[in-house]
Each structure stands twice: as C-alpha cells, then as structure tokens.
C-alpha cells in the first residue's frame, strides 16, 4: 500500500498555490452595468422610457421621532423609543413616522414580536397612535407636514379598526 504524501502522519496538508487576497477588489461601476440589458437595449434604439426619481409617500423625520420617544412609555412611563405600528407593511419595511407611539424597548421587542391576535395589536397601535398624537398636540410639536402625513398614513388603519366610520364617510 502507498502513502500520500499529504496524508502521513507529522505532515500537514500543504498548499500547492498561495492564498488568494481576502479583500474584494472595488471595481468602478461602469454606466452599462446601472441598468438591465432590456433598458440598454430600448436605448440603444431610441425607446427607452426615462424614469424619473419619486419621492416618498411616507414621512420619514428624525426630529419627529424624537419628540415621540421624549414622551416617554405609554405604559410604564419610563424610557422610550418611537415604534412604528406593524399595519399594512413588509418585513424590513418601516410604517410612516407619523403613525410612531413610545414604548419602552422591552415593550416594543414585545409588540414586534406578536404574542396577541393582529386584530388586537392592530387596535392597541390606533390607541397608542392616538394617544401620542393628542400629547404632541398639547405640547404644540405636531406640525403641519406630519398631520398631513398622518391623514393620509391612518386610513388604511381606520378602515379596519373602525370599519363603521369608513361606511359613513362614504
């Protein structure tokens, strides 16, 4: 019976070729590669539709997230951080801040995480919501741009929590 070489004992595994580099060579994105071939090719031949950026339809705003949380917890009172309601979103996608209450970070894990009916936590965020946006009102940091933001934001919302209002709204 032959030995290889690599396997006799008080020999390691040698390498035949050297270790290649860990680190990811950067490339410059070149301009083809920012769009998909069908797009090259309706370019190529004059037909490609410009596509202009959107803006967001949902608010996004630090300061506003602030003044949620320096509310403090709904509950315990304590310190808080601005959650997001869980209503009529993805996962990894955020809700409009506008629709943000302070719960503190055990509590918040705890809403994220389920552990009661949707139907519940979906009444339990229209209360908090509300609760909040009464607070900030009273404290006059409930701007314009966020009730704006707001009106459009809740009635996905309301037309589950309060079906009997949207019947009559219409």
């Not at 997001?84 to 705890?110: I, T, W, Y």
Request: proline fraction near 4%; charge should be positive.
């Amino acid at each position: 019976m032959s030995w290889n070489n690599t396997l006799k004992p008080g020999k390691g595994l040698q390498r035949k070729t050297p270790m290649r580099s860990s680190k990811s060579l950067k490339t410059k994105q070149s301009s083809k590669s920012r769009f998909g071939l069908a797009q090259r090719i309706a370019e190529s031949l004059g037909r490609a539709l410009k596509h202009r950026e959107s803006e967001s339809t949902v608010l996004r705003s630090v300061q506003h997230r602030r003044n949620v949380a320096a509310l403090g917890c709904l509950i315990t009172g304590g310190e808080a951080q601005a959650c997001h309601v869980n209503f009529g979103k993805g996962m990894g996608l955020k809700a409009c801040d506008s629709l943000c209450f302070p719960l503190c970070p055990e509590l918040h894990r705890q809403h994220d995480q389920g552990g009661m009916s949707r139907e519940e936590r979906w009444k339990r965020e229209w209360e908090y919501v509300d609760q909040t946006r009464a607070k900030l009102i009273r404290k006059g940091l409930w701007p314009t741009h966020v009730e704006q933001a707001y009106q459009v934001a809740i009635q996905p919302l309301a037309r589950v929590v309060h079906p009997e209002l949207s019947e009559v709204s219409q």
